[in-house]
């Protein structure tokens, strides 16, 4: 087991562009629907989480400024496909350092832009963020899971759940 201690190096890419380094993203939060099963004896209801249907996923890209280099990407109407590619520090079971890779896939459409503010030197800190279809983690080479909403897709460390989900 290893410990992530930092990320060290990051960049965002769209539609196979570099559109920014050192930026911070809010990635999509994983969160399943729900069915509820009601009158089930004396612990009430209780919540079955239906595994590969996932709720509505957002991804915020916070910038250091609007521009040319980035916004005229980022804002084109349609499925952007973006592309997150960071480095961390881990320590390994052993308590040595090292660099592990990660590449995070998302499809999806822009939402909102927020341009943030105008003042003498201080960043814009402007953000901009987009309704998720897809999102895949790949660390090290390895897919750690996948989710595609309009291709019926739901994959976890290479195994694949989402035959269920199709007929």
């Known amino acids: 087991m290893s410990k992530s201690v930092a990320i060290i190096a990051d960049r ?8 920014a380094d050192a930026v911070k993203c809010t990635l999509p939060e994983l969160k399943w629907l ?10 009430g209801n209780i919540d079955i989480p239906l595994q590969g249907l996932a709720e509505a996923m957002s991804f915020q890209v916070d910038l250091r400024g609007v521009g040319m280099d980035n916004t005229t990407v980022l804002l084109t109407p349609g499925v952007r496909s973006l592309e997150l590619r960071f ?10 350092v090292v660099k592990a890779g990660t590449k995070i896939f998302l499809s999806g459409m ?12 201080s960043p814009m800190e402007s953000n901009i963020t987009f309704s998720v ?23 976890v460390n290479g195994v694949d759940y989402s035959d269920r989900y199709r007929l």
């Open 34 to 43: 729900t069915a509820s099963l009601s009158g089930s004896g004396i612990g």
């Open 110 to 121: 822009n939402t909102g832009l927020s341009p943030g503010s105008v003042q003498r030197a």
């Open 133 to 155: 279809i897809r999102y895949r983690w790949v660390e090290d080479g390895r897919e750690l899971f996948l989710i595609d909403q309009l291709n019926q897709q739901y994959k």
């Open 12 to 19: 965002l890419l769209c539609d196979n562009r570099d559109v």
């Open 87 to 96: 480095n961390q520090d881990r320590f390994d079971s052993n308590g040595k």
